[in-house]
């Protein structure tokens, strides 16, 4: 299975949650993420990230996750394989033995729902804002474009005040620690198909 996802900028949460409620999408507690990215030694942020393999520690409530993607067609088009471990610290170590950088860290409270066999995300991320995230698991060979088209249509079809990147989370945090985020390429309502490949896939 791969995971297939579109990402938005929203200002306005309470919208966003009266809005989904309206849609009988009911948003879990909040929950905080601490994740810690990485990426093969000799890549940089600017390079093509097409079939490169990335790694994520993840910290939740002291539990702990280690998560590998792989980006297909475009940065929100994954390969995803993941499990719990029970020590980050030697985690860390053993993937930087791996032949891997530790590139950013991504700090976000997230709250979570669903809508049929899609997952939502309302995440506010620190340092960059909020973001309204859909992902779909699919098998190999669909689409992602399709896929990506029918979530972003979903979004535009709420009338919500959101503005979709075709960013990751691990590039937006390392472009404002640069000084130079990026403006999100599209709206909602006027633009489901800007899927371009980008540099990130936290």
């Known amino acids: 299975m791969r995971e297939v996802e579109v990402k938005f900028t929203v200002s306005n949460l309470a919208a966003v949650t009266t809005t989904l409620a309206a849609r009988n999408i009911v948003l879990a507690e909040p929950i905080f993420q601490d994740d810690q990215a990485f990426a ?40 995803e394989h993941e ?7 030697q985690m860390h170590q053993a993937i930087v033995r ?18 049929g066999e899609v997952s939502l995300c309302l995440d506010e991320v620190e340092g960059l804002g909020s973001f309204l995230e859909l992902e779909r698991m699919v098998p190999y060979g669909t689409p992602a474009a399709v896929v990506q088209d029918e979530l972003a249509a979903f979004v535009a079809s709420l009338d919500l005040d959101a503005v979709r ?4 989370y691990d590039s937006l945090v390392r472009a404002a620690q640069e000084g130079a985020v990026r403006v999100p390429s599209s709206r ?15």
Not at 188 to 202: E, K, P, R
């Open 40 to 79: 093969p030694v000799g890549w940089s942020f600017g390079d093509s990230k097409l079939g490169v393999t990335f790694l994520r520690l993840r910290t939740v409530d002291s539990r702990h996750w280690f998560t590998l993607k792989q980006p297909g067609v475009n940065a929100q088009d994954c390969l």
């Open 83 to 89: 499990t719990e471990v029970s020590d980050r610290e």
């Open 98 to 115: 791996m032949g891997y950088w530790a590139t950013v860290r991504v700090a976000k409270s997230q709250r979570t729902g669903r809508h």
């Open 165 to 168: 990147t075709a960013e990751t």
């Open 188 to 202: 909602a309502s006027t633009d489901t198909a800007n899927t371009a490949a980008t540099s990130s896939v936290v």
